[in-house]
C-alpha cells in the first residue's frame, strides 16, 4: 500500500494537475488578502478569517478536479483488475488514492504560513495575532480537506467518465458544506434549525475555527470522511458481485 500512495503523490506532483492546483490556490488567495479591495491592509486586523472564509469555496472546486481521476482512470484504462491482483484490496486502494489526495492539499496549505507570519510582523504590536484561533482554523481546514478528497474518491469510484466524476464531487461538496445551512434557513423547520446546522459540514468548521477543539466536530470530521471512503469501497467491491 505504501508504495501506491508514493506512486500516487509523485503522479499527482509530476502531473499538470497538481501543479495547477497548488498554483491556483495560492494565487486566489494570495490576491484575495493582499491585492483585491478589502484585503488584510485595508481591514487593518491581524486576523486571517478571510482566508478561511475563502478556502473551503476554492476547495470545493480545486478538490475535485484533484481526485477525479483516481479512481475513474483506472477504470476506463482497465488498470483496476491488474491492481487488484496484487496483494492489494479495494481498501487499500481507496485509502492510498484519499492519502495522497490529502498530501496534495496539504503541500497546497503549506505556503499560506507566510501569510501567517507576514501579518504576525505586521501587528501592532507585533506579535499579538490570535494564534490559537489561526492553528484552529488551519486544523479544521485539515478536516474539511479531508471530507472533500474522500468526497472526491467515492465519487471517482462511481463511473470511469472524470468529467462526471468531477460534477458528481463538486455537488456533494457544495450540498454537504452549505445545503444544511440552507435548509436551516427555511422557517417550516422551527425549532429543528441547530439540529439540521448540526448535520453539515459547515457548522463544525466554524466550531473549531474559533480556537476550541471539541471532539464532536473532530469526530464528526472523521466519521464523514470514513463513511464515503467505505461508500467507495464498497462501490468496488460491487464489482464482483
Partial sequence: MRALIIKEVTGFMGSLIGSIVILVFLTITGLFLWIFPGNL???????????????????????PAVTMRSISEERRTGTMELLLTRPLTEWHIVAAKFIAAVVLVLLALLPTLVHVYALNELGIPKGNMDMGATWGSYLGLFFLAMIFCAIGVFASSLTDSQVIAFLIALLLCFVLYSGFDLMASFDALGGMEGTVRGFGVQEHYRSISRGVVDLRDVTYFLAVALGFLLAARTVLQSRTW
Fill in 41 to 63: 491592509l485595508d481591514l487593518g486586523y491581524t486576523d486571517l478569517a478571510p482566508l478561511f472564509s475563502l478556502a473551503p469555496w476554492i476547495f470545493m472546486f480545486l478538490v
